[in-house]
C-alpha cells in the first residue's frame, strides 16, 4: 500500500511554479493575481481563504482579498465581481461558498467572466472540460488527477466508481476519468445516494474516488484487493476528548480499507492541499492567456 501524498505533492507543485514567478521577476514581467471575495464570518471559509492568501505570498503571486458583510445584498455582490472581471490587473479570482441565504449562488457563479473562473465552476467552462477542450479544470478534480500521473497510477481500462455526484467533485470527475488520455480512459460508474447495491458496484472497482461527506462510509468489505482509493470526504467529528472538540475524518474507514488498497489518499493531508495548489495553477494558466491575448 502506498499513500497519495497530496502534501508533499502540493508543495512540489508550488516550488515549481514559484520557480516560474522568480523567472517573470527577473525579466520585469507581470507575476499572476488571484483575488478572493468572502461574504460574511464564516469559520470554514475565512480558514480556507486565508491559506489560499498566505499560499499566494509563498510563490510570489499578487492576491487581493475583497470581505463583505454577511447583509451584503445579491446586486452589491454582482457590482464587486463586475468590477473584478473589468480590472485588467486581476487575472482570476474566486468567490467563496457557501454564501448567506439571500444570494443566489448560481447567478453569481455565472456572473464570473469564464476567463477569470480559476474555480472551474462558470458553464462555458464546465462544457470545454466535457467536450475535452483546453480550459480551467475544477481545482479539487484537478488536484486528484494530478496525483494519479504524478504516482503514475494506471487508469486506461480501469473500472472507476465515483461516490457523490456534485457540481463540484463527483460529476467533473465523472467526466474527467472516462475522458481520453492519461489520467483517463477508464470505465466510469458515477453512483449516488440513491444509487442501489452500492456495494456490490464498489467491489468491482478499481479505482473508487469518493466525495459523499458521510464519515466512515466506505468500508473494507466493500472494496477489492489492490483498489486504489481516493477520498474526498472531509467532516469535523465533534470528540470532547480531544483538545480542538473534534476531529477531522474522510468519507473513507481508512484504517481498514488501506490494508486491502495498493493507493490510498490520506484524510487530511491527501486531496485537501490539492486543491489549492491546483487553484494557483489555474491562475498562472488565466496570467498566460490573459498576456497571449495582449
Known amino acids: 500500500m502506498e499513500i497519495l501524498d497530496g502534501k508533499k505533492v502540493s508543495n512540489d507543485i508550488k516550488n515549481e511554479i514559484a520557480a516560474e514567478v522568480s523567472k517573470m521577476k527577473e525579466n520585469g514581467e507581470k507575476v499572476p493575481h488571484l483575488a478572493a471575495i468572502i461574504v460574511g464570518n464564516d469559520g470554514a471559509s475565512l480558514t480556507y481563504v486565508g491559506s489560499k492568501v498566505r499560499a499566494c505570498e509563498r510563490i ?5 482579498l475583497v470581505k463583505m458583510p454577511s447583509t451584503t445584498s445579491e446586486q452589491e455582490l454582482l457590482k464587486k465581481i463586475h468590477e473584478l472581471n473589468t480590472n485588467d490587473d486581476i487575472d482570476g479570482f474566486i468567490v467563496q461558498l457557501p454564501l448567506p441565504e439571500q444570494i443566489d449562488t448560481q447567478e453569481v457563479l455565472m456572473a464570473v467572466h469564464p476567463d477569470k473562473d480559476v474555480d472551474g465552476f462558470h458553464p462555458t467552462n464546465f462544457g470545454k472540460m466535457a467536450l475535452d477542450m483546453s480550459t480551467f479544470i475544477p481545482a479539487t478534480p484537478f488536484g486528484i488527477l494530478e496525483l494519479l500521473e504524478r504516482y503514475g497510477v494506471e487508469t ?17 470527475m465523472s467526466i474527467l476519468m472516462g475522458r481520453k488520455g492519461f489520467p483517463g480512459n477508464s ?6 445516494s440513491r444509487t442501489k447495491n452500492i456495494s456490490q458496484i464498489t467491489t468491482q ?13 466506505l468500508k473494507a468489505e466493500m472494496v477489492k484487493d489492490d483498489v486504489v482509493v481516493i477520498d474526498v470526504g472531509i467532516t469535523r467529528v465533534a470528540d470532547e476528548s480531544r483538545e480542538r472538540g473534534y476531529y477531522i475524518t474522510g468519507d473513507v474507514d481508512f484504517k481498514n480499507v488501506s490494508k486491502k488498497a495498493s493507493y490510498i489518499t490520506p484524510v487530511p493531508g491527501g486531496v485537501g492541499p490539492m486543491t489549492i495548489a491546483m487553484l494557483l495553477k489555474n491562475t498562472l494558466l488565466a496570467r498566460e492567456r490573459h498576456r497571449t491575448r495582449k
Open 60 to 64: 510570489g503571486f499578487e492576491s487581493t
Open 156 to 172: 486506461q481500462g480501469k473500472h472507476t466508481v465515483v461516490i457523490g455526484r456534485s457540481h463540484i467533485v463527483g460529476r467533473p
Open 187 to 192: 470505465t466510469v460508474t458515477l453512483t449516488h
Open 205 to 217: 472497482a478499481d479505482i473508487i474516488i469518493s466525495a459523499l461527506g458521510v464519515p466512515g462510509f
